[in-house]
Structures are given as structure tokens and as C-alpha cells.
């Protein structure tokens, strides 16, 4: 049972485990009745005198072991290079939904102002329709823009202000996946 105490900015918690009695009854038994701040957790049936195997009404909490496992999977995800760029220059890591993406390298492509070009595919899809990141690259002022679109493709814009000639490029970003 659950219950609170105290007032004004001190408020005491506390939790104890109690019996709540049922009825006797010569027909179908039914769960007594229970407060809102209380918490079945075992029902023991009695057939006259005789106590029955106790029954687990909820589900057991898992462990923290249990809990972490169900979160941390990580898992490399495999895509596909595009034409020019190296396969170890990207490499994309999953957390369940997380998704962390990392392009280090030099890349054999290239891009004028705005030109899109293509880095990879095979990405997970994003949660929402695109997903967009910046990247440092070598011999450009401003920093180019990365997209993941809704298909799950990998993409690289020039920032406006100049071309990209290829070259050593960085960029690390995460987003949710659906």
C-alpha cells in the first residue's frame, strides 16, 4: 500500500506490503475490492480450510540487466557506397530507434554550389520525412549540408558559397529511425 505524509515542502513516501481479505462465498470467488494506491500482487485462493498455490497477478519488473539489453542492441548497419566513396568512410550504428551516422574520409566525389550528391543507401528510414546535419569539409568556407531522405538515402549539398572538389570530409549526427 502506498501512502504519503507530511506538509508543506516535506512529503514522506512510504510502501509496506498488506493482506486485503476477500469474502467467503459458496459460488464463483471474486478479487476483493482495493484502493487506488494499492498493488495486487499475489492472489492466494482458500477452498474451505485448505490454502491453494499462490497465483502472481502482475507481471514481475524486469531486472536492470534485463532493461539495458532491451535497449542497448547495438547493431552496424550495412549500406551502400556510392560511386567514388571508399566503404570504410561511413558507417552507421544502430540503437534500437537511435541511429548514429559518422562519414570520415576522403571521398572521391564531387559537387558543384548545390548540387546533391549521393553518398550512400540503405540507411534507416527516418522517423520523420528527412533528417539533415552539417559537415566540415576540406577546401570549403561554409559547411556542407547532409541529408538522410525519407528512402533512407545518404546525401551531401554544397553550402551555396563555393563547389565541392572531393576531398576529406567530417560529419557525426543521430537521429530516430522508424
Avoid at 571508399?86 to 551516422?101: E, L, M
Wanted: glycine residues 14%; hydrophobic residues 40%.
Amino acid at each position: 500500500r502506498y501512502t504519503t505524509s507530511g506538509s508543506g515542502g516535506t512529503l514522506v513516501e512510504d510502501v509496506r506490503p498488506v493482506v486485503v481479505r476477500g469474502t467467503a462465498t459458496t459460488g464463483t470467488p471474486a478479487d476483493p475490492s482495493i484502493g487506488s494506491r494499492d498493488l495486487p500482487l499475489w492472489r492466494l485462493p482458500i477452498d474451505g480450510v485448505s490454502l491453494g498455490d499462490p497465483e502472481r497477478v502482475t507481471q514481475p519488473m524486469p531486472t536492470v540487466k534485463e532493461l539495458w539489453d532491451s535497449i542497448s542492441h547495438t547493431t552496424a548497419v550495412p549500406c551502400a557506397p556510392a560511386s567514388g566513396v571508399p566503404a570504410n568512410a561511413i558507417s552507421v550504428i544502430r540503437y534500437g530507434r537511435v541511429v548514429r551516422v559518422k562519414v570520415v574520409g576522403s571521398l572521391g566525389v564531387r559537387g558543384g554550389m548545390w548540387d546533391a550528391i549521393n553518398l550512400a543507401s540503405g540507411l534507416p528510414k527516418p522517423d520523420s520525412s528527412e533528417v539533415y546535419a552539417a559537415g566540415i569539409a576540406q577546401g570549403v568556407a561554409s559547411p556542407l549540408l547532409l541529408r538522410v531522405d525519407w528512402n533512407g538515402n545518404l546525401g551531401i549539398r554544397g553550402a551555396g558559397v563555393t563547389g565541392w572538389n572531393g576531398g576529406w570530409l567530417f560529419a557525426s549526427f543521430t537521429y530516430l529511425s522508424v
